[in-house]
Every structure is written in C-alpha cells, then in structure tokens.
C-alpha cells in the first residue's frame, strides 16, 4: 500500500481528466495575462499611428527641407518622420480622388509637407499642443494640423479599456481559481478514505501529503506545458495571419505569459491540494461519511 501511495498515476483516467480541465483553465488565464501584458504595446502602436502633419512654405528649396528633415529627426518626440513633395501629394490625391485638381485650377495647390508620427508618451492633447507651438516657430512652416478629435477619442477609449481588462483579469483569475481548486478537490474526495486510513496506521500528515503534493506539482508543470503550447502555438498563427501582430506581441510579452502560466499552474493547484488535503486530515472517520 505505502507503494502505491508514493507513486502518483500518471496515465489514469482520474489524472488524465485533471491535466485536460486544469490545462483548458491556464489556457483561458494565460490569454488573459496576454491580453493585459499587450494592453500596453496596443495602447503605444495606436497612439503612434496618428499623424502630425506639418506644411511647409511655397519658397522652401531643398536645402531648407534638408535642414528641417534633420532638425525634426532630433527631436525627442518624433516616432517617424516622412517627407511628402509636392508633386507626390498631388500624384497621391490623383489617386484617391480619380481627377487632377491641376487641370481646372491650372497650377498645383498643394505644399510640401512632413508627416510626424510622435511616440506613444506625447500622443495626448496636451504635449502635442507644446508640439504643434515649437513647431509654428519657424517661419518656414506654413501650419500645422493633426486630428485632434481622433486623439482624444484615442486616449478616452484606452482609459476604458483598461478599466474594463483590469475587471475582466481579476474576475477570470478567481473564475480559474475556483475550476483548479474544485477539480482537485475532486481528487482528492475520491481518496478521502485512503487518507483516513493512513492515519488511522500512525502515519504522519507530512507523509500523507507528499504524494499529493507530489502530484500536484507534476499536474502543474504539465498542464502549464500543454497550456503554454497551445498559447505559443495561437500567437505564431496570428503572426502569420497578420505581421502587424509581431508590434505587439514581442518576444518579451510570449516570455512573461509563458513565465504566468507556470507559475500560476504550479501555485494554484499546490495550494489548493494542500488546503484539500488539510481539511480531510483534520476531519474524524465519522465526519467522513457525513460528507
């Protein structure tokens, strides 16, 4: 019998079921984590895809522009920088209108101009505006424009989709903690008996514990393994589907989630055996038919 109990059951059915439900729940709370760790990359890659758009003066020759390309690229806030000529603002307006503004007006209205896309830490209202006023300084800048609207909306909404994720993560990491828990105690039910056995021989409650504790740990480990497969597995099929993905998912943020994963799985199902067994141990044998 002391045999038996040391060594866990691997492959049984008991055990098979609880590596595939524990497993099913790190999966859920792993892509939680991943929501929440690319809350912030997804929050800086929108942020960093709204345009400052800064016109430049008629008389400008390619000097000037040079000077000012080198001037902005300096420049602390400045994500990317990209020129647009004249001729190609009028080609890219060609384009997307399907008529050339030049043959009814007779010369080319538009101005040459940069296109600013600033980094995520000034995309906001207020350091743009300190942005926009640098900017007008020189006289060889004819105004500059930016979708302010769009900005706000921007910033008001990642606010609230941060509330709400936050919401969302400490409610699914109770809802996993509740399923691991209740599937262990489940187990652990089913050998409430052999527990009372046990000591009812004299064994100690260290003892008895080991085993499961035991047990506990391998179905952390595999269950976080399978869980973290299947999450790896997902995220190169988005990046696949989509490359953009690789600007929010990087490395690091796979690396976390894989860390939460298992740690979480480890932790969890550990506490929740411990705690489980702790509560048949104290009961008397008649409590456990009471049960």
């Known amino acids: 019998m002391s045999s038996s109990h040391k060594t866990p059951v691997i492959f049984s059915t008991q055990f098979l079921t609880s590596l595939i439900s524990t497993s099913l729940v790190l999966i859920l709370l792993g892509t939680i984590v991943l929501f929440v760790l690319c809350a912030k990359n997804l929050s800086a890659y929108v942020r960093e895809n709204i345009n400052i758009t800064v016109l430049l003066n008629d008389d400008i ?6 000077s000012i390309h080198k001037t902005l690229s300096e420049q602390a806030f400045v994500k990317s920088l990209k020129y647009i000529s004249k001729e190609q603002a009028l080609k890219e307006q060609c384009k997307d209108m399907g008529t050339d503004p030049t043959e009814f007006l007779g010369y080319n209205p538009f101005t040459a101009s940069f296109e600013i896309k600033v980094k995520a830490e000034y995309a ?12 007008k300084k020189s006289n060889k800048v004819m ?24 919401v969302i993560a400490v ?4 809802i996993s903690f509740a399923l691991i828990n209740n599937t262990v105690s489940l187990t652990i039910f089913s050998k409430r008996f052999t527990i009372n056995t046990m ?6 409650w260290g003892f008895i514990r080991r085993p499961f504790l035991n047990n506990a740990f ?8 399978i869980a973290d497969g299947v999450i790896i597995g997902g995220i190169y099929w988005l990046m696949d589907y989509d490359p953009e993905i690789k600007s929010i998912i990087d490395m690091q943020v796979i690396i976390i989630t894989s860390a939460a994963v298992l740690l979480f799985g480890l932790i969890i199902t ?6 489980s067994l702790s509560r048949y141990l104290r009961m008397s044998s008649n409590e456990l038919y009471h049960i």
């Open 61 to 66: 020759n390619g000097e000037q522009i040079k």
């Open 124 to 135: 906001n209202t207020s350091n743009v505006n300190k942005i926009i006023n640098h900017l």
């Open 143 to 166: 105004d500059v424009v930016y979708q302010k609207e769009l900005m706000d909306s921007v910033n008001n909404n990642i606010r609230k989709f941060s509330v709400i994720l936050l």
């Open 171 to 174: 409610l699914f990491t109770y």
């Open 199 to 204: 000591k009812l021989v004299g064994a100690r």
């Open 218 to 225: 391998l179905l952390g480990v595999l269950s976080a393994l």
């Open 270 to 275: 550990y506490l929740c055996t411990y705690f």
